[in-house]
């Protein structure tokens, strides 16, 4: 099997596009070209402003229009509207900004059962953080090391807080496993990042 990845947005998104590739590597799919044909298309999606939520559209649309390929969206924009982009015909799997860390599951189970799931659940006050890891950052010379999610802002302009949830951040023994083997994985220089 073959997955091609896009990923629309932040660093942060980098990240976890970057960690779902691994899961999928790890179940034996092959890494392909988002522009070329594969069983499976992963976009990560952007709500930050207009321009990232109708690139997210276009991008969803131009994966849908490879027949018999299970196109999986999840992100900033799916989380915030599911049903939308549960309804661009040809969705396989609508996933928001958590529980990513199962798509190989639900890629699975949608082979089994042949029907398009949307698997967006709302971000509560207690959603804990989700504790991706990737071991190697591909195609990159410096790797990116997700520590922190959410915000408690609210500002009047931002939709990030409905997007990502509260603030939550990674265990500290965690983020120090994870830059040891991304130096072990020959990474000199590693960004920490997060959203707040």
């Known amino acids: 099997m073959r997955a091609g990845f896009l990923t629309l947005g932040c660093k ?10 691994e899961l999928l590597r790890d179940r034996g799919y092959e890494r392909g070209e988002f522009s070329a044909a594969n069983d499976v298309y992963v976009i990560n999606t952007c709500s930050v402003t207009n ?5 997210s559209r276009k991008m969803i649309r ?5 027949p018999g390929a299970i196109v999986v969206v999840m992100g900033c924009f799916s989380q915030l509207r599911a049903e939308e982009v549960a309804a661009i ?4 799997i609508v996933v928001g900004t958590h529980d990513r860390h199962r798509i190989p599951d639900y890629l699975e189970e949608f082979r089994r059962l042949g029907q398009p799931q949307n698997l967006v659940a709302p971000l509560l ?4 953080f989700e ?23 609210f500002c009047s302009y931002c939709i990030i807080p409905y997007a990502r949830g509260r603030v939550r951040s990674r265990q500290p ?6 830059a040891e083997n991304l130096v072990a994985n020959g990474f000199r220089e590693i960004v920490l990042t997060g959203i707040h």
């Open 12 to 21: 942060v998104n980098s990240y976890e596009t970057e960690a779902v590739w």
């Open 51 to 55: 321009t990232g939520e109708a690139k």
């Open 62 to 66: 131009e994966a849908a229009r490879h």
């Open 89 to 92: 015909e040809g969705v396989s």
């Open 125 to 128: 006050p207690q959603t804990p």
């Open 131 to 153: 504790d991706l890891h990737i071991r190697r950052f591909e195609h990159h010379r410096r790797a990116f090391l997700k520590i922190q999610d959410g915000c408690d802002n």
């Open 173 to 178: 023994e965690e983020v120090l496993r994870e």
